[in-house]
């Protein structure tokens, strides 16, 4: 048994020695996305969405005949949501291809690894994260969010909230951590500037599971809203079940993270009525206005989710940016590819966004309001698209 | 003992290398270490980085877990002091770099003294939850003092900088780390060869029998304490400068059991166990991710081997404890003997 160890571990010791040899170089006409994608460990669930979403864009293009006789280039690692393996793949990928686009896996992601874009100049990135702090051409000039910003995602709610009920009465609740506590400070003000009260704001531990003190604040509050931040499922569920035990009038609300079909019906019945806001259409979404995902249908049929759409999207932007520095007879750079980026002027997404987008500074500040019908298990639009200027 | 190494002096009989064999092993060694970043890609360094860091960290727990018998569960927090301290000091007074590191060891060693205070009344898993404590403690601590950490968003560190040169590719900090290691990790071999060590050794075996033979257990404890966080403080420093951005969440507690595996895998109490252990636990992820890469599989393929690869690489953690409990080091120590008298006996 022991040899066997010791032969396994030789044969990795080789395998892992001789992986250093050059990788094929990239053809001269060809695109390169690279991506640390979390297919596995806690964020799995949206690297496997992000992951197919990139790779079917990337197919669709490609069977077109490319951008501008370029051909895409789809090279993914996992990361499993780990900082030094997400970092470890963008030099894997990017010492062994010319990437000019990267798909991050994680706020810490984008910051640490923002350094190496600025040097690099080659390449722009998008991600998962739809951290505010990103939301800076300044500090992040090769970064974009194929969204809004978590402070504009609650702009979107608090703008709506002040539509239906002037001078409503809001709670924040969110979790103690960095993606929780994001765009808490902001909106604080965005929510005055509306004519809103912002009553209580409720900050729980990670990983909280037991809300009842929470619950017995936010009964104080007698908010009419509730907005959820910074958290996947739990504990929203507890804190909705105990508010109609204790019948509470309020409505609750999330934003991206929470807000995916299947994320919200694992709720049951306490997501009736939950609402939130999603910058994109929903998968099953067969308005004439959204022909794209008539063709992601009719490539899987089975649901796709949101962060699917996120990565489709991510795929479609940067290839937009290629086309534009390419038609231009520009050179592939990350200066070049950022102002074609930003070149994005009410840009059709062919419905995955259900109007015309704009890419200003490294967002597309741009959503709708949604409500969860249980009974047909979708989730129904409450808005119109909201466009924050 | 190597056959054929008779010594003749009291210094040859202390010295840490003692034979021409292993002279010349460590002379191709460090040829390798030297030679390697003008070969190697962008990736090979930055591994090579993450393992020197991960050395210097598992090292620091060794001595604490391996040699002295305390388990601990705080290394990533000492090692999240280490890298704060040295984040404000580069953001806030821009010291210099080796100082920093220094200055990061040294606060980490602080805290680390603080921590191994219950180890006096507390052992094994007590001790082990009591560190578990302290991190959480570390861990607000980091999240909410907002004018030295920069709360949940952290601190950006700049760039090390050392006579002019910036230290800001995996190539130029590989130069600075690896020296770094090398130190920390002869420091930790040479201190099992004094009183220090051996007192530490003691206690491990049987802390009455060590405290009738006049080791003061308080002092030692925590001594083994300052060291292991000390170590780990540095090692934190690099990691700041490493990464670049030092946040609450950089350290978290998975982190700290990946030392403890390190430790076990590699061999407790032994330098060099600590040194595979490191190395395995940072490589074989990625040698994993080679491994699958190579296959022929399409891309999809990734997405299927992803959860495959953890379970692997779990499994062989597993495999490891099973079939070789005295870790790594006793499979090298094995290869090593059958050296010794190759090729006379098979």
Same mark, same amino acid.
């Given at each position: 048994?022991?040899? $066997?160890?010791?032969?396994?571990?030789?044969?990795?010791?080789?395998?892992?020695?001789?992986?250093?040899?050059?990788?094929?170089?990239?053809?001269?006409?060809?695109?390169? %996305?690279?991506?640390?994608?979390?297919?596995?460990?806690?964020?799995?669930?949206?690297?496997?969405?992000?992951?197919?979403?990139?790779?079917?864009?990337?197919?669709? $293009?490609?069977?077109?005949?490319?951008?501008?006789?370029?051909?895409?280039?789809?090279?993914?690692?996992?990361?499993?949501?780990?900082?030094?393996?997400?970092?470890?793949?963008?030099?894997? %990928?990017?010492?062994?291809?010319?990437?000019?686009?990267?798909?991050?896996?994680?706020?810490?992601?984008?910051?640490?690894?923002?350094?190496?874009?600025?040097?690099?100049?080659?390449?722009?990135?998008?991600?998962?994260?739809?951290?505010?702090?990103?939301?800076?051409?300044?500090?992040?000039?090769?970064?974009?969010?194929?969204?809004?910003?978590?402070?504009?995602?609650?702009?979107?709610?608090?703008?709506?909230?002040?539509?239906?009920?002037?001078?409503?009465?809001?709670?924040?609740?969110?979790?103690?951590?960095?993606?929780?506590?994001?765009?808490?400070?902001?909106?604080?003000?965005?929510?005055?500037?509306?004519?809103?009260?912002?009553?209580?704001?409720? #900050? $729980?531990?990670? @990983?909280?599971?037991?809300?009842?003190?929470? #619950?017995?604040?936010?009964?104080?509050?007698?908010?009419?809203?509730?907005?959820?931040?910074?958290? %996947?499922?739990?504990?929203?569920?507890?804190?909705?079940?105990?508010?109609?035990?204790?019948?509470?009038?309020?409505?609750?609300?999330?934003?991206?993270?929470? #807000?995916?079909?299947?994320?919200?019906?694992?709720?049951?019945?306490?997501?009736?009525?939950?609402?939130?806001?999603?910058?994109?259409?929903?998968?099953?979404?067969?308005?004439?206005?959204?022909?794209?995902?008539?063709?992601?249908?009719?490539?899987?049929?089975?649901?796709?989710?949101?962060?699917?759409?996120?990565?489709?999207?991510?795929?479609?932007?940067?290839?937009?940016?290629?086309?534009?520095?390419?038609?231009?007879?520009?050179?592939?750079?990350?200066?070049?590819?950022?102002?074609?980026?930003?070149?994005?002027?009410?840009?059709?997404?062919? @419905?995955?966004?259900?109007?015309?987008?704009?890419?200003?500074?490294? $967002?597309?500040?741009?959503?709708? %309001?949604?409500?969860?019908?249980?009974?047909?298990?979708? #989730?129904?639009?409450?808005?119109?698209?909201?466009?924050?200027? | 003992?190597?056959?054929?190494?008779?010594?003749?002096?009291?210094?040859?009989?202390?010295?840490?290398?003692?034979?021409?064999?292993?002279?010349? /092993?460590?002379?191709?060694?460090?040829?390798?270490?030297?030679?390697?970043?003008?070969?190697?890609?962008?990736? /090979?360094?930055?591994?090579?980085?993450?393992?020197?860091?991960?050395?210097?960290?598992?090292?620091?727990?060794?001595?604490?877990?391996?040699?002295?018998?305390? &388990?601990?569960?705080?290394?990533?927090?000492?090692?999240?002091?280490?890298?704060?301290?040295?984040?404000?000091?580069?953001?806030?007074?821009?010291?210099?770099?080796?100082?920093?590191?220094?200055?990061?060891?040294?606060?980490?060693?602080?805290?680390?003294?603080?921590?191994?205070?219950?180890?006096?009344?507390?052992?094994?898993?007590?001790?082990?939850?009591?560190?578990?404590?302290?991190?959480?403690?570390?861990?607000?601590?980091?999240?909410?003092?907002?004018?030295?950490?920069?709360?949940?968003?952290?601190?950006?560190?700049?760039?090390?900088?050392?006579?002019? &040169?910036?230290?800001?590719?995996?190539?130029? +900090?590989?130069?600075?780390?690896?020296?770094?290691?090398?130190?920390?990790?002869?420091?930790?071999?040479?201190?099992?060869?004094?009183?220090?060590?051996?007192?530490?050794?003691?206690?491990?075996?049987?802390?009455?029998?060590?405290?009738?033979?006049?080791?003061?257990?308080?002092?030692?404890?925590?001594?083994?304490?300052?060291?292991?966080?000390?170590?780990?403080?540095?090692?934190?420093?690099?990691?700041?400068?490493?990464?670049?951005?030092?946040?609450?969440?950089?350290?978290?507690?998975?982190?700290?059991?990946?030392?403890?595996?390190? &430790?076990?895998?590699?061999?407790?109490?032994?330098?060099?166990?600590?040194?595979?252990?490191?190395?395995?636990?940072?490589?074989?992820?990625?040698?994993?991710?080679?491994?699958?890469? /190579?296959?022929?599989?399409?891309?999809?393929?990734?997405?299927? +081997?992803?959860?495959?690869?953890?379970?692997?690489?779990?499994?062989?953690? &597993?495999?490891?404890?099973?079939?070789?409990?005295?870790?790594?080091?006793?499979?090298?120590?094995?290869?090593?003997?059958?050296?010794?008298? /190759?090729?006379?006996?098979?």
């Amino acid at each position: 048994m022991r040899r $066997t160890v010791l032969k396994s571990l030789l044969a990795t010791a080789v395998l892992a020695a001789t992986a250093g040899l050059p990788a094929a170089q990239a053809a001269d006409k060809e695109i390169v %996305i690279g991506g640390s994608i979390p297919m596995s460990g806690v964020f799995a669930f949206a690297g496997i969405g992000i992951h197919a979403g990139i790779q079917d864009y990337v197919k669709m $293009t490609n069977d077109a005949g490319g951008i501008e006789g370029h051909m895409l280039r789809y090279v993914p690692e996992d990361s499993a949501y780990k900082v030094d393996q997400s970092v470890a793949a963008f030099k894997k %990928i990017t010492s062994q291809n010319k990437v000019n686009f990267y798909y991050g896996d994680s706020t810490a992601f984008s910051k640490t690894i923002n350094p190496e874009l600025d040097r690099a100049g080659s390449m722009i990135m998008s991600g998962a994260s739809f951290a505010t702090e990103l939301n800076d051409p300044q500090k992040f000039p090769y970064q974009f969010i194929a969204g809004p910003d978590y402070t504009q995602q609650f702009g979107i709610l608090l703008r709506y909230i002040a539509q239906q009920k002037p001078g409503a009465k809001v709670a924040f609740v969110y979790s103690d951590t960095e993606f929780g506590r994001d765009p808490i400070e902001s909106s604080r003000g965005v929510a005055k500037e509306l004519g809103l009260n912002v009553a209580i704001e409720i #900050m $729980t531990p990670p @990983g909280a599971v037991d809300v009842s003190t929470e #619950m017995a604040k936010l009964r104080r509050a007698r908010a009419d809203y509730t907005i959820f931040h910074g958290y %996947i499922l739990g504990p929203i569920p507890e804190f909705i079940s105990q508010s109609r035990q204790l019948g509470l009038q309020t409505q609750f609300m999330g934003t991206f993270w929470t #807000m995916d079909n299947s994320t919200v019906m694992q709720m049951g019945e306490a997501a009736e009525g939950f609402m939130g806001v999603m910058p994109y259409n929903y998968y099953y979404d067969d308005s004439a206005s959204a022909p794209m995902l008539e063709k992601i249908r009719s490539m899987r049929t089975e649901y796709q989710n949101v962060p699917y759409i996120q990565g489709f999207l991510s795929a479609m932007l940067y290839a937009e940016s290629a086309r534009r520095t390419l038609a231009a007879g520009q050179e592939m750079s990350a200066a070049n590819l950022k102002a074609a980026l930003n070149s994005i002027e009410n840009f059709d997404t062919g @419905g995955l966004i259900g109007v015309p987008i704009s890419i200003r500074g490294n $967002t597309i500040p741009v959503g709708r %309001i949604y409500r969860a019908d249980v009974q047909a298990k979708r #989730m129904v639009p409450a808005s119109d698209w909201i466009v924050l200027e | 003992m190597r056959i054929g190494t008779a010594r003749s002096s009291y210094r040859h009989d202390e010295s840490l290398f003692d034979s021409r064999t292993q002279h010349a /092993w460590l002379a191709v060694l460090a040829v390798a270490l030297l030679g390697f970043p003008f070969f190697a890609d962008e990736y /090979w360094l930055y591994l090579a980085c993450l393992v020197a860091i991960n050395i210097a960290s598992t090292t620091g727990l060794n001595i604490l877990t391996g040699y002295t018998g305390l &388990v601990s569960l705080g290394q990533a927090a000492f090692m999240g002091i280490g890298a704060y301290t040295v984040a404000a000091l580069e953001q806030k007074l821009g010291t210099p770099v080796l100082l920093n590191l220094l200055a990061g060891g040294f606060v980490a060693m602080l805290g680390g003294l603080v921590v191994g205070l219950p180890s006096l009344r507390v052992k094994g898993l007590y001790l082990a939850i009591a560190t578990i404590a302290a991190s959480v403690v570390l861990h607000f601590v980091f999240a909410n003092w907002h004018s030295v950490t920069g709360g949940h968003a952290g601190i950006t560190v700049a760039p090390a900088e050392i006579l002019g &040169v910036s230290f800001d590719t995996s190539f130029r +900090l590989y130069w600075l780390f690896v020296p770094i290691t090398a130190l920390m990790v002869l420091g930790a071999a040479n201190l099992f060869r004094t009183r220090i060590g051996r007192a530490f050794i003691a206690i491990r075996d049987r802390d009455i029998s060590a405290e009738v033979l006049g080791i003061p257990l308080l002092r030692y404890k925590l001594l083994s304490f300052g060291l292991s966080s000390f170590y780990a403080g540095v090692a934190g420093g690099m990691w700041a400068y490493f990464f670049r951005v030092v946040t609450p969440e950089s350290f978290p507690l998975i982190m700290s059991i990946f030392f403890l595996a390190a &430790v076990i895998v590699g061999g407790m109490g032994t330098i060099l166990g600590a040194i595979l252990g490191a190395v395995f636990m940072t490589m074989v992820p990625e040698a994993l991710k080679l491994i699958v890469g /190579w296959l022929p599989l399409s891309a999809d393929a990734t997405l299927i +081997l992803s959860p495959v690869r953890t379970i692997v690489f779990g499994a062989l953690i &597993v495999g490891f404890l099973v079939f070789e409990p005295l870790g790594l080091q006793e499979i090298w120590r094995r290869i090593r003997r059958f050296f010794h008298l /190759w090729p006379f006996r098979a």
